[in-house]
């Protein structure tokens, strides 16, 4: 197997808890018909799995529909349509024509509130996210939202698709999280809004939250 720069330790603990996660409870439509910045706050700590393979959710970026950096800002398009559904469903888009980028859609329908996974602690699958990502280093894998949609092999494919069946899995967190949280990243607008969301001193952020 390749070698990691990642701390050994580091690894162990997150393997250590996806595997406790896959005892919990499985992650249903109701927990994401809820306000956008309350599913962002549980889904830290919360396992997901694509086709088996994946880690625990490190990082997380909230959009309200009344939020200038949000998709659905100014209305539905045929490439938002999905945050208009019902919650529950993953909105899969291309970022920069480039990079993959999932969102989980939340509250009622019609709302067009997302949440995009920002960055995974990867624990399942280890050996396949290696080979699709080229690269042996454990804590590069799932470190940003094109990374994770790379490792997990997500595509346009999924978008649409409920996230409480195959080939989707999420599990909720087992007791609490330290979470933290600072200005969403990459975006042009709203700039200030804190509505990132991770776990504190999580060596698999995108990118290590401001010091208060």
Avoid at 69 to 84: D, I, K, L, Q, W
Avoid at 175 to 199: C, F, H, M, N, Q
């Amino acid at each position: 197997m390749p070698k990691s720069s990642c701390p050994a330790n580091a690894i162990d603990q997150d393997r250590n808890r996806g595997r406790a996660a896959r005892a919990t409870r499985k992650l249903g439509r109701a927990f994401f018909a809820r306000g956008v910045h309350d599913v962002a706050r549980d889904l830290i700590g919360a396992t997901f799995l694509v086709d088996g393979v994946g880690g625990v959710i490190v990082e997380v970026e909230a959009y309200h529909h009344t939020d200038p950096a949000a998709h659905s800002f100014a209305g539905e398009t045929a490439r938002n349509a999905v945050m208009f559904g019902p919650p529950g469903r993953a909105y899969v888009y291309r970022s920069y024509g480039i990079h993959w980028c999932m969102n989980v859609v939340c509250e009622a329908a019609g709302s067009a509130s997302a949440v995009l996974i920002r960055a995974i602690a990867p624990g399942i699958g280890l050996a396949r996210m290696r080979r699709r990502r080229g690269l042996s280093d454990t804590r590069a894998l799932c470190s940003g939202p094109g990374k994770l949609c790379a490792a997990l092999a997500i595509t346009s494919a999924h978008n649409g698709l409920a996230l409480d069946r195959a080939p989707f899995l999420l599990r909720a967190r087992e007791g609490e999280a330290d979470i933290v949280t600072g200005p969403r990243i990459g975006i042009s607008k709203a700039r200030d809004y804190p509505w990132r969301y991770g776990l504190k001193d999580s060596v698999f952020l995108s990118r290590p939250f401001p010091k208060r």
